[in-house]
């Protein structure tokens, strides 16, 4: 987005003047509009009609007073070119466009939709292919359906490129209330990113809901994250295409290709993007960081009067990662001199029924559980429907003494019903004003609670002062690639102070003698550009243990790979020393990726890393805190400590080699297409790369 779209999308979210063009689905759209209460102008555009309800109508885009600020246009899908280029000429700020029928039907919609786009100049160009616009602030309303939402003052923006999603998520029982919900249909001018931009700094917006099939500036969506970080708004995100189907579904959804599953998570994960997995728990998310922030950590503490619910706390927190800290000697002791006999000091807390409504004590019993562990509290407590109110009281006593006792601690807190329709809205308007998060369903609480985390902890360091992460794009000439060979890959890793098994370049005739002089065991292998799968050419030999055994296994590589190659192989060997004494092996590799940049990813290594699945992608820069959390997230990490009495990895020798590498391939920039090193050897002391594929652009 140019200087110039962005002071037009300006306009188009804080538009004086509105046009509809079109005709039945324009009308009702401008009546929307009319009815919401905007104050400013009104305009209809149609050759056959002279009014739109109250609101004047225009036969041509060139008869209309001003150029107006916003337009929603809906005409048929071949003159819409034509209309947006005559809206340019007058100088309009920004378009709706509502009408279907371009790059999502590829073919001559393709076509269609790179005409309309060199139309709109400058323009700030929403779609097409989209529901509209919703401005619940202003009541600028660029929108042809009904809609449940209503004016306000504040609160959480919707960017969709559903738009049937962003329709569904305004009917939402839930007390949230929307300030805009916009649609990004194709994004053929502007896209997510955008409009997070543009609404970054905007004081009547409380955080983000975005449904997101693609990002196509991943630097723009990372500042326009941060910026709104530093006004404390939280951005939650509901990311399609983790599935194969899924990828296949948005690309003929809206005509573009769904990134890297892995890579939009490592780039969440580096912003503090909360993350969910369906529309429930976006509202969820979005209620809990808007009402009550976000956890610094994923400690909880849980509280309800039933011992089935702590059950259920207990097994929705596991699976998502959740940690519920035991009470101490200390904490127990304070906790016994109120609870009933009956109760068991643990948390998740089930008070019991004999404290029930009993605030004075209750309060106290909540302020000695909240001992200072905590990143967070829950309280679950099902509400009784309106007509049965005699019980009302009690089940508010609970809350005001949860209330009281968490804003003491300073914890973000949130009160849930076991069943989500047990939360009626005027209990969910009193807790949203104390500060406390009104969530429905255990484990859409739970869920929404270990969601939020990423943010709460992304929160932390932007207080603390810690420069913001945006993603550098140094993207290789893929056409100019070429492999280095194992030697000369060895060779740059030593330079930037990698470990590498020492070892020398031989032909069949020396080999014996340099590997006695490395010292044996050695490995010996097929050097040079001759082939990249050893073990598949039969170019590697083992655990060789005298001259006699490397002679032999030179001849033998020798006859294999002129066999696979179909040609005689180059008299060319390295022999290297084995590693002997390995906890478990590493794979460390670098890709250099046009839209986010150079990733880092950690796996557990060897000839099973496909199989086994278990990896971590870092986006670069990282700093060596980053890679050892990544590192000790790994399913191997148990290895690496020390399993079952055995010796532990040199974890901080790992974090420097990693360091290492991630520092090397930022020095290449945009000269390294990848960088794989497989295995990266774990040892007791010290750490060893024993084979490394690194693809560069010449110099």
């Given at each position: 987005?140019n200087q ?8 188009l ?10 005709g039945?689905?324009?009308?009702f ?56 280029e ?38 700030a160009?929403a ?7 919703l ?27 559903s ?7 305004l ?62 708004v ?11 189907l ?51 950590g994923?400690?909880?503490?849980a ?13 929705c ?12 000697q ?89 069943l ?25 609480a ?20 810690i ?12 056409t ?9 890959g ?99 590799g ?16 060897g ?54 590498i991630a ?13 794989d ?5 774990a ?17």
């Amino acid at each position: 987005m140019n200087q110039r779209q962005s002071e037009n999308l300006a306009r188009l979210l804080a538009p004086r003047q509105v046009a509809f063009i079109g005709g039945d689905e324009a009308l009702f759209a401008s009546r929307q509009c009319a009815e919401s209460g905007f104050t400013g102008n009104i305009w209809g555009v149609n050759p056959r009609r002279k009014h739109f309800g109250d609101s004047p109508c225009f036969a041509s885009v060139a008869d209309l007073p001003v150029a107006p600020d916003a337009v929603f246009l809906a005409v048929p899908r071949q003159v819409v070119p034509d209309v947006v280029e005559q809206l340019d000429v007058i100088g309009a700020g920004g378009i709706v466009c509502y009408t279907a029928g371009f790059g999502e039907l590829g073919g001559e919609g393709l076509a269609l939709e790179q005409a309309l786009v060199e139309a709109s100049g400058d323009m700030a160009l929403a779609g097409p292919n989209v529901f509209g616009m919703l401005n619940y602030v202003t009541g600028a309303h660029l929108w042809p359906f009904s809609h449940g939402g209503e004016r306000v003052e504040n609160g959480p923006a919707i960017i969709s490129q559903s738009g049937m999603l962003s329709s569904y998520l305004l009917t939402n029982r839930r007390s949230l209330r929307f300030s805009y919900v916009i649609g990004a249909g194709n994004q053929s001018v502007l896209g997510v990113e955008d409009y997070l931009e543009g609404l970054a700094d905007n004081p009547a917006v409380t955080g983000f809901g975005l449904y997101l099939e693609t990002l196509r500036d991943v630097p723009g969506f990372a500042n326009a994250v941060n910026r709104a970080l530093a006004r404390n708004v939280p951005v939650v995100v509901l990311k399609v295409g983790q599935s194969e189907l899924a990828s296949r579904t948005t690309v003929t959804h809206t005509g573009s290709l769904a990134g890297s599953d892995v890579l939009y998570q490592a780039l969440f994960d580096r912003l503090g993007v909360a993350r969910v997995s369906n529309p429930s728990l976006l509202l969820e998310t979005l209620q809990m960081l808007t009402a009550a922030g976000g956890p610094a950590g994923p400690a909880l503490a849980a509280f309800t009067c039933s011992g089935g619910d702590v059950a259920m706390l207990a097994d929705c927190g596991e699976a998502q990662g959740i940690v519920f800290h035991q009470p101490d000697q200390k904490t127990e002791q304070a906790l016994r001199q109120w609870l009933p006999e009956i109760a068991t000091v643990s948390n998740p807390l089930d008070y019991t029924t004999p404290l029930w409504g009993q605030e004075q004590v209750l309060e106290k019993v909540f302020t000695a559980a909240l001992d200072g562990k905590h990143d967070a509290a829950l309280l679950v407590q099902d509400y009784p429907p309106p007509g049965l109110d005699a019980d009302r009281p009690l089940y508010q006593a609970d809350t005001r003494a949860f209330i009281h006792a968490t804003q003491a601690a300073g914890v973000p807190a949130a009160v849930c019903s076991s069943l989500p329709e047990n939360l009626d809205s005027e209990t969910q308007g009193l807790l949203i004003a104390q500060g406390i998060a009104p969530l429905q369903g255990i484990s859409e609480a739970v869920t929404a609670i270990a969601a939020a985390v990423p943010f709460g902890r992304a929160r932390r360091t932007c207080q603390d002062g810690i420069p913001s992460f945006v993603p550098r794009l140094a993207a290789a000439d893929e056409t100019t690639l070429e492999t280095l060979d194992e030697w000369e890959g060895k060779r740059l890793l030593v330079k930037h102070d990698v470990p590498v098994p020492e070892g020398r370049i031989v032909s069949a005739s020396t080999a014996a003698e340099k590997a006695a002089d490395i010292g044996f065991p050695v490995a010996l292998k097929l050097a040079g550009d001759q082939t990249l799968h050893k073990t598949e050419a039969g170019a590697l030999r083992l655990n060789l243990n005298s001259k006699e055994e490397v002679t032999r296994a030179a001849a033998e590589i020798l006859a294999s790979a002129s066999n696979y190659l179909g040609n005689p192989a180059k008299d060319c060997f390295l022999v290297e020393q084995m590693v002997t004494n390995s906890i478990t092996e590493l794979l460390v590799g670098v890709q250099n990726e046009p839209q986010f940049g150079l990733a880092l990813t950690l796996a557990s290594g060897g000839t099973l890393v496909e199989v086994l699945a278990d990896s971590r992608t870092l986006l670069l820069p990282v700093d060596q805190q980053g890679i050892r959390g990544a590192l000790l997230s790994l399913k191997l990490a148990p290895l690496l400590a020390g399993y079952r009495n055995r010796p532990a990895a040199d974890i901080d020798a790992l974090v420097d080699a990693i360091s290492a590498i991630a520092n090397l391939a930022q020095a290449l920039g945009s000269r390294l297409g990848e960088l794989d090193i497989n295995p990266l050897m774990a040892m007791p002391r010290g750490c060893v790369a024993v084979d490394a594929l690194i693809r560069l652009c010449p110099d």
